[in-house]
């Protein structure tokens, strides 16, 4: 049985730290390194809800992809969720990790995981200025469809690839543009209009795009533009990490248990259509 140390240094050849934004925090947040890990849980946001989940199914390690702590802070007592969350998974000697834009850029990480949802080939990287060599691709895929189709239903194949949420999906161009060549970012992807611009994408899906950065983008000669909720781009590499680290620790002859969680943790509860 592994300790906490040896699933840490396998999950951060994965997904290395050094491959984070400077802005990041990421690696271990609680946990001791001595302990035994016989059950690890994948999950994309650090919420109550998702470490309940945890500990009532008996894990040692709990990973996600967002951060429990991005700033700094001088407290951890539990009288905010934050601390709550830290308290509850010491007292049930679950430890917490974090791959966040370092598992963003790792090759496979979560623009390949999202990608492969879509059934996309994946072509390259959004961004090549970004590649490095060495297991780190940088954020963002682009990949071709099996055959052309439309707008429209490039927008109707996401929908039913990834889980459900109440915003869905918000589509920008004409529904009978033909689409083959599609670019995606997992997560917040606005800040990468001109890369997906420059790959010659018929489409760019992402998630969090705000009104002027896309409409800006579209007046600048942007591909149709597909805007999905956060959670959902992210949470096709739940089953791609849980697989890609058990296969590595399996290779050094230890083995772990693990389980990727379905709780939806999307912030938004429902989504009232237009009536004008």
């Not at 869905?168 to 209009?193: E, K, N, Q």
Request: proline residues 7%.
């Amino acid at each position: 049985m592994p300790k906490l140390s040896d699933v840490l240094a396998t999950l951060h050849r994965l997904y290395d730290p050094q491959w984070a934004e400077s802005w990041d925090a990421v690696g271990l947040v609680c946990g001791d390194p001595d302990a035994e890990v016989r059950k690890v849980m994948f999950a994309v946001d650090p919420v109550q809800a998702v470490a309940d989940e945890a500990l009532a199914w008996g894990a040692d390690l709990l990973v996600t992809h967002h951060p429990l702590f991005l700033r700094g802070v001088h407290s951890v007592a539990a009288t905010g969720f934050k601390g709550r969350v830290v308290h509850s998974l010491i007292k049930g000697d679950c430890a917490l990790a974090v791959a966040h834009t370092n598992a963003d850029s790792a090759d496979p990480g979560v623009s390949d995981a999202l990608a492969a949802a879509l059934g996309l080939t994946v072509t390259g990287p959004l961004d090549p200025s970004a590649a490095d060599p060495a297991g780190c691709r940088g954020i963002g895929r682009i990949g071709t469809l099996p055959e052309t189709e439309t707008l429209a239903a490039f927008a109707a194949r996401a929908a039913k690839a990834l889980p459900a949420t109440a915003a869905g999906l918000r589509v920008a161009g004409d529904p009978d543009r033909p689409v083959r060549t599609v670019a995606v970012c997992g997560g917040a992807g606005d800040s990468l209009f001109a890369a997906a611009r420059r790959s010659g994408a018929d489409v760019y899906l992402t998630a969090d795009l705000r009104h002027h950065p896309a409409s800006e983008a579209l007046e600048a000669g942007s591909p149709a533009l597909v805007d999905a909720a956060h959670w959902a781009t992210e949470w096709p590499w739940l089953d791609q990490a849980a697989r890609e680290l058990a296969a590595a620790l399996a290779a050094s002859g230890a083995t772990v248990e693990t389980y990727v969680s379905r709780l939806a943790t999307d912030p938004w509860a429902f989504h009232v259509p237009s009536t004008t």
